[in-house]
């Protein structure tokens, strides 16, 4: 028995990359799920842009601080000025405290990844971005929740599988990698992000039966596709299928023998079932269900408490439930 303790879109065009001011309304433009990759690559498989921008840039302080250990590598490169982008350290640094300084460090990372390519295709090879620059502005993009950057999340993911496939080592595709395209869709405004985030998924899965251990799911991965379900949005059938999306990813960790859910797994699939279903008699016999695995796995703690405080209509149905498995109401 429980006793009670609480410890328990982008638009590419000629010469330029941008995100969109709005997400696309209609996942016939891009689908995550296809293989097919898009066009417009050069020699060196990368985009044929001359520039790389957002409309806005702002990422947190612990990315952007991903970003000074990147220019600061470059700083002191002979091609530096080259760059036209000076390694101004101190908007960089000002940037990890100043929220209005977080444009700065998004936008120069994606500058600086463009002209690093750029000087790549001149012949500067040891300025080519390898998968761990790519994976890092990956995350920043996710980290902005700036519209369209998921998609062109995506697209440098695009990137990376076209740049290995022709040969190119260097840029390894991995989960670390999807997980941060998934993470951007699911932080994205993008009505259909737990679709999105879904075919990331399937293509690991994919991956994975044909023998490509580096797409391995992790924990992160579920969990990620969960949190693109439950913080999805709009009318009852977007929201029924992101709630089905929610629950089979947290079935698959259930059935796994390589992944264990976590205390972030219930939190997330407690507010999936909060926010996507409607009614309350299902919502209610939903939660009972998965709060009899998340018992079992030991895994009870507050903030799952405080969403399933928000799930059933008053406390004294709440301890009701805990009775059910066991609990005898005590102050302990």
């Given at each position: 028995?429980?006793d ?7 638009r590419r065009?000629?010469g330029?990359w ?8 209609s ?11 898009p066009?417009g ?5 990368t ?11 702002g990422?947190?302080?612990h990315t952007a601080?991903?970003?000074?250990k990147?220019?600061t ?11 036209e ?13 100043d929220?209005?300084?977080?444009q ?6 994606i500058q600086?990844?463009e ?24 995350s ?11 998609d ?5 993911l695009?990137?990376m599988?076209?740049m290995?496939?022709?040969?190119n ?9 999807f997980?941060?395209?998934?993470d ?6 993008f009505v259909?992000?737990a679709d999105k985030a879904?075919?990331?998924l399937t ?8 023998g ?8 992160i ?7 693109a ?12 299928k ?6 089979d990813?947290?079935?698959?960790v ?5 992944v ?7 939190t997330?699939?407690?507010k ?7 009614s309350?008699h299902?919502?209610?016999s939903?939660?009972k ?6 018992l079992?796995d ?14 059933f209509d ?5 301890l009701?439930?805990?009775k059910s ?5 005590g102050d302990?």
């Amino acid at each position: 028995g429980y006793d009670g303790g609480d410890s328990v879109d982008i638009r590419r065009t000629p010469g330029q990359w941008r995100c969109n001011s709005r997400d696309r309304d209609s996942d016939s433009d891009s689908d995550s799920g296809k293989k097919g990759r898009p066009k417009g690559r050069d020699m060196w498989g990368t985009s044929t842009s001359a520039s790389m921008s957002m409309n806005r840039g702002g990422v947190p302080p612990h990315t952007a601080a991903k970003y000074k250990k990147l220019l600061t590598d470059f700083s002191h490169h002979p091609l530096m000025n080259k760059l036209e982008l000076p390694p101004d350290l101190t908007k960089v640094e000002r940037s990890l405290t100043d929220r209005n300084g977080e444009q700065y460090a998004g936008e120069k990372a994606i500058q600086l990844l463009e002209r690093m390519m750029s000087l790549t295709e001149e012949g500067h090879k040891d300025l080519s971005p390898n998968s761990q620059v790519y994976c890092s502005v990956i995350s920043a993009l996710g980290k902005s929740r700036v519209r369209g950057a998921a998609d062109t999340a995506e697209q440098l993911l695009y990137d990376m599988e076209l740049m290995f496939d022709n040969g190119n080592d260097e840029m390894q595709p991995n989960t670390i990698v999807f997980n941060s395209c998934i993470d951007a869709w699911a932080k994205s405004s993008f009505v259909f992000k737990a679709d999105k985030a879904n075919g990331l998924l399937t293509r690991m899965e994919e991956a994975v039966s044909d023998g490509n251990i580096f797409y391995t799911p992790d924990i992160i991965t579920y969990n990620t596709v969960i949190s693109a379900g439950a913080n999805s949005f709009g009318n009852a059938n977007i929201k029924g299928k992101a709630f089905k999306i929610a629950l089979d990813a947290y079935k698959k960790v259930q059935l796994s023998q390589d992944v264990q859910p976590t205390t972030f797994t219930y939190t997330l699939l407690f507010k999936a079932i909060r926010k996507l279903i409607d009614s309350q008699h299902p919502k209610e016999s939903m939660a009972k269900k998965i709060l009899e695995n998340c018992l079992r796995d030991g895994l009870l703690n507050s903030h799952i408490l405080s969403q399933l405080n928000l799930i059933f209509d008053n406390p004294d149905k709440l301890l009701t439930v805990f009775k059910s498995f066991g609990y005898d109401g005590g102050d302990s």
